[in-house]
């Protein structure tokens, strides 16, 4: 199943890329439960590939909006699963399944903890407190914030970029009121986000390690010329703008 994702993401996007200090510090044991924020409809797809390159030992598990689910069953075989995001019973449903979840050992919960789409650049990013909830329910768990945004730099498709926090303990969080839980929660994403920010903006892809790449180039009559001018100079022929580091 997770192959469908890469292809579907390769033919679509031009690259899944991780900031080099991002990378994610897994537990010794365990459950661990992933929040971020919520820029776009590929996060899930995001959420797939990231749990299959950087956390393949644990089960992965998400919730997502009912109705989604209905219209993309395909989530469904993955470990998704639906939660009302407009009613008390939603919320309710969400920490009954979290926290059954949570009380195996290496197994994940990823979370899009804004609970709606919003802008990267948003502040604040109003974190719904369910994930602060939760943590009652499953205090020996790690939780690791991710920092998601979306930008076009080269290439006719955009790129995906992600950064993971330092984790912290449930337990350290549980010293918190449950306010200042969620403030620690969202000041930690926004730190990463407003770091990944930074690196995306600098167009530097030595500040990233390529997750998955997709196939670069336009296409069509531009990369036909390009591939015929390559030729003539008896070059091969890198369809990237810049060539791709080998």
């Known amino acids: 199943m997770v192959s469908t994702f890469r292809r579907y993401f390769t033919r679509h996007m031009n690259a899944l890329r991780i900031a080099q200090w991002g990378m994610p510090a897994a537990p010794q044991q365990g459950p661990i439960i992933v929040y971020s924020n919520h820029p776009a409809w590929w996060d899930a797809a995001v959420y797939v590939l990231a749990a299959d390159r950087f956390l393949p030992s644990y089960e992965s598990y998400a919730p997502i909006d009912a109705a989604m689910l209905r219209q993309y069953g395909i989530f469904g075989r993955i470990g998704a699963f639906g939660v009302d995001l407009e009613s008390p019973r939603g919320a309710a449903d969400f920490l009954k399944a979290g926290s059954e979840i949570l009380s195996v050992p290496h197994r994940a919960l990823w979370i899009t903890a804004q609970g709606r789409f919003g802008d990267v650049r948003e ?6 407190p369910g994930v602060a909830y939760l943590l009652e329910r499953a205090p020996g768990c790690t939780v690791l914030p991710l920092a998601i945004e979306y930008g076009f730099w080269l290439e006719r498709g955009a790129e995906a970029f992600i950064a993971f926090g330092p984790p912290m303990r449930g337990q350290d969080l549980l010293n918190l009121a449950r306010s200042d839980r969620l403030k620690r929660l969202e000041g930690e994403l926004t ?7 930074a690196d995306v903006r600098s167009r530097d892809p030595a500040r990233f390690r390529a997750v998955l790449e997709g196939r670069a180039g336009i296409g ?18 890198d369809p990237s703008h810049e060539g791709r580091p080998s």
């Open 123 to 128: 502040r604040p990013l109003g974190l719904k």
């Open 191 to 197: 730190t990463t986000l407003d770091r990944l920010s």
């Open 220 to 237: 069509g009559l531009y990369d036909g010329w390009r591939r015929l001018a390559a030729a003539l100079r008896g070059r091969a022929f």
